[in-house]
């Protein structure tokens, strides 16, 4: 059986070609793979926050228990499933379901809760969404099709609440935010030492629009003041970051420096803080990490490689202080690095880091928490319909045009719909190996997985003709234009950099043609790589 996906695998880059109606095929079934999920939310949980996709029914915080943060820190009692899904409503072209899904939220959301939340979920999963959407409507509307009559700002005046809401976690000596906040009665101290890299600077992007829009300086400079304060406690002779952070002894709890879990949209946000918004420090910094990254964590699975030609990597966690290994997994958050690799115009790399996560998934049909290139086996099963792999999927196609990457999304799409799909929704894998369920389907597959999905097979859709969206880490709209780029009045000149010309931003018209190759890695390259997986052929 391996033998004969090797060769298929082969076939399908000799051939390349993806017919148009394959195409629109897959795009409608992905659209009814969101709808089954979606409709069934609302059908059998809104206004909670999530859908049991076994027992059909709801789920929100749980009250008789406030130490259970898997719970808590994503639910707050506040329709968090509607919300999260609204944008991807509107790019998959259902107008009225998405003025019908506005006036939900409008008329049933409220963040006057007795709820202990996480200010990063609640960050990129609610106020991103309430953003975007809030922009598709008053700003974007000829784009989408998305005006509504009558429409007052609403969205935005929730996103507003919740930012004054979470505005408490930055009350605290180093400007780094607290992990969480209690909605009605401002920060809270459960679990409240530390708080991990991702959790303080994957606010800027989101925090600073909510800024902009509102004209209100204080959330841009809360904001800046974590990302500085992090930028600080690097390592000055590796230039790593770790992973947690305890503000009570001023110390790193967990020294681990990565690119997945606890760390990953940091990175991301650095990035895209610069695209969005033009600060060249941003741009600074990042370029500073990508090159210790690539310096200390970028392994080879063959450690007698030959550097003239391709050969299969991986990144690994390493000691922030000393560069060296701290222990021998990758996470499947990782993936979202290949995006950042994108971005940073880095495709060749971009490439053949996704070939390891594709590999991945062809020998468990989904992408295991964490793997572990030392054994070459699962080391946490769990699958919780996580949209990193599928998000790179079809930023790699938006890069290259290489057919490859729509047999990817299509193997991604059948073995969700083989697998994950269950009574009411789609499940989170308790294992990748056994396949068995859990009855939870969370938010980030109807606002991501499906919407990448989507977007990699609808070839004509609005986003895919432009270069001047770029996505939150949560897969939330935002426009690169002028209105972002206008610097507040919070900084002096001298106090920051900022670039207001935005026709020389990366976007995937930028690669060079020559990017396209006549298959996205050698054949050789693949066999070392399922080799390294111990994936049998």
């Given at each position: 059986?391996?033998?004969?996906?090797?060769l298929?695998?082969?076939?399908?880059?000799?051939?390349?070609?993806?017919?148009n109606?394959?195409?629109?095929?897959?795009?409608m079934?992905?659209?009814?793979?969101?709808?089954?999920?979606?409709?069934?939310y609302m059908k059998?949980?809104?206004?909670?926050?999530e859908?049991n996709p076994?027992?059909c029914?709801?789920?929100?915080p749980?009250?008789n228990?406030?130490d259970?943060?898997?719970?808590?820190?994503?639910l707050?009692?506040f329709s968090?499933?509607?919300?999260d899904?609204?944008d991807?409503l509107?790019?998959?072209?259902?107008?009225?379901y998405?003025r019908?899904?506005?006036?939900h939220?409008?008329?049933?959301?409220?963040?006057?809760?007795e709820?202990?939340v996480?200010v990063?979920e609640?960050?990129?999963?609610?106020?991103?969404s309430?953003?975007?959407?809030h922009?598709?409507?008053?700003?974007?509307?000829?784009?989408f099709?998305?005006?509504?009559?009558?429409?007052?700002?609403?969205?935005l005046?929730?996103a507003?609440?919740?930012g004054v809401?979470?505005?408490p976690?930055?009350?605290?000596a180093?400007?780094?935010?607290?992990?969480?906040v209690?909605l009605r009665?401002?920060k809270s101290?459960?679990?409240?030492?530390?708080?991990?890299t991702?959790g303080?600077?994957?606010?800027?992007l989101e925090?600073?629009?909510?800024g902009?829009?509102?004209g209100?300086?204080t959330?841009e400079i809360?904001a800046?003041?974590?990302?500085?304060?992090?930028w600080e406690?690097?390592?000055k002779?590796t230039?790593?970051i770790g992973?947690?952070y305890n503000?009570?002894?001023?110390a790193?709890?967990?020294p681990?420096?990565?690119i997945?879990a606890?760390i990953d949209?940091?990175?991301?946000?650095?990035?895209?803080s610069?695209?969005?918004?033009?600060?060249e420090?941003?741009?600074?910094?990042?370029d500073s990490?990508?090159?210790s990254?690539s310096?200390?964590n970028k392994?080879?699975f063959?450690?007698?490689t030959?550097l003239?030609?391709?050969n299969?990597f991986y990144?690994a966690?390493?000691?922030m202080?000393?560069?060296?290994i701290q222990?021998?997994?990758i996470?499947?958050?990782?993936?979202a690095f290949i995006?950042?690799q994108i971005?940073?115009?880095d495709?060749?790399?971009?490439?053949l880091?996704?070939?390891l996560?594709?590999g991945?998934?062809?020998k468990?049909?989904?992408l295991?928490?964490r793997?572990?290139?030392?054994?070459?086996?699962?080391?946490?099963a769990?699958?919780?319909?996580?949209?990193?792999f599928?998000e790179?999927?079809?930023?790699?196609?938006?890069a290259?045009h290489?057919p490859?990457?729509?047999f990817?999304?299509?193997?991604i799409?059948e073995?969700i719909e083989?697998?994950n799909?269950?009574?009411?929704g789609y499940a989170?894998l308790?294992?990748v190996i056994?396949k068995?369920?859990?009855?939870?389907?969370?938010s980030?597959f109807?606002?991501?997985?499906?919407k990448y999905?989507?977007?990699l097979f609808?070839?004509?859709?609005?986003?895919?003709?432009?270069?001047?969206?770029?996505?939150?880490t949560e897969g939330?709209?935002m426009k690169v234009?002028s209105?972002a780029r206008?610097?507040?009045t919070?900084?002096s000149?001298?106090?920051?950099?900022?670039?207001?010309?935005i026709?020389?931003?990366?976007?995937?018209?930028s690669f060079p043609k020559?990017r396209h190759m006549?298959?996205?890695?050698?054949d050789?390259?693949w066999?070392?790589l399922l080799?390294?997986i111990?994936f049998?052929f």
């Amino acid at each position: 059986m391996y033998y004969w996906v090797f060769l298929h695998l082969l076939l399908m880059c000799f051939t390349l070609q993806f017919p148009n109606d394959r195409s629109q095929n897959l795009m409608m079934k992905v659209k009814e793979m969101f709808y089954f999920g979606f409709d069934n939310y609302m059908k059998h949980a809104f206004p909670l926050d999530e859908l049991n996709p076994h027992d059909c029914n709801g789920r929100g915080p749980d009250y008789n228990n406030p130490d259970n943060i898997n719970i808590n820190d994503v639910l707050g009692n506040f329709s968090l499933g509607l919300v999260d899904s609204l944008d991807t409503l509107a790019i998959m072209g259902d107008i009225e379901y998405f003025r019908k899904s506005v006036d939900h939220v409008i008329n049933a959301v409220s963040f006057d809760q007795e709820s202990t939340v996480q200010v990063f979920e609640s960050t990129i999963r609610m106020l991103g969404s309430l953003l975007s959407s809030h922009l598709l409507i008053s700003e974007w509307s000829e784009i989408f099709n998305t005006t509504i009559e009558n429409y007052d700002n609403e969205l935005l005046s929730l996103a507003h609440d919740l930012g004054v809401r979470l505005l408490p976690a930055f009350d605290t000596a180093l400007g780094i935010p607290s992990p969480r906040v209690h909605l009605r009665n401002g920060k809270s101290e459960l679990f409240s030492e530390s708080t991990c890299t991702a959790g303080i600077g994957t606010l800027i992007l989101e925090f600073k629009m909510l800024g902009r829009l509102i004209g209100d300086p204080t959330f841009e400079i809360v904001a800046e003041r974590a990302m500085d304060k992090l930028w600080e406690l690097r390592d000055k002779n590796t230039g790593l970051i770790g992973n947690v952070y305890n503000t009570k002894i001023n110390a790193w709890d967990d020294p681990m420096s990565g690119i997945g879990a606890g760390i990953d949209s940091y990175y991301e946000y650095l990035l895209k803080s610069y695209i969005l918004f033009g600060n060249e420090q941003d741009l600074s910094r990042f370029d500073s990490f990508y090159r210790s990254i690539s310096k200390y964590n970028k392994r080879y699975f063959d450690t007698d490689t030959n550097l003239d030609v391709d050969n299969p990597f991986y990144f690994a966690n390493v000691n922030m202080n000393t560069g060296k290994i701290q222990n021998h997994w990758i996470d499947s958050l990782s993936a979202a690095f290949i995006g950042v690799q994108i971005l940073h115009g880095d495709i060749h790399d971009a490439v053949l880091h996704h070939a390891l996560f594709y590999g991945l998934w062809l020998k468990y049909d989904a992408l295991p928490e964490r793997f572990n290139w030392n054994l070459r086996k699962c080391e946490y099963a769990l699958y919780p319909l996580r949209p990193e792999f599928a998000e790179a999927t079809y930023l790699l196609y938006q890069a290259t045009h290489h057919p490859f990457y729509l047999f990817v999304g299509e193997k991604i799409y059948e073995s969700i719909e083989l697998y994950n799909k269950a009574k009411c929704g789609y499940a989170t894998l308790n294992s990748v190996i056994s396949k068995k369920q859990e009855d939870r389907m969370e938010s980030f597959f109807l606002s991501e997985t499906c919407k990448y999905l989507y977007l990699l097979f609808d070839v004509t859709n609005p986003i895919n003709k432009r270069s001047d969206f770029i996505f939150t880490t949560e897969g939330h709209l935002m426009k690169v234009d002028s209105f972002a780029r206008e610097k507040m009045t919070l900084f002096s000149d001298d106090d920051q950099s900022y670039s207001t010309n935005i026709s020389h931003l990366y976007s995937c018209e930028s690669f060079p043609k020559n990017r396209h190759m006549d298959q996205p890695f050698s054949d050789e390259f693949w066999r070392k790589l399922l080799r390294s997986i111990d994936f049998e052929f």
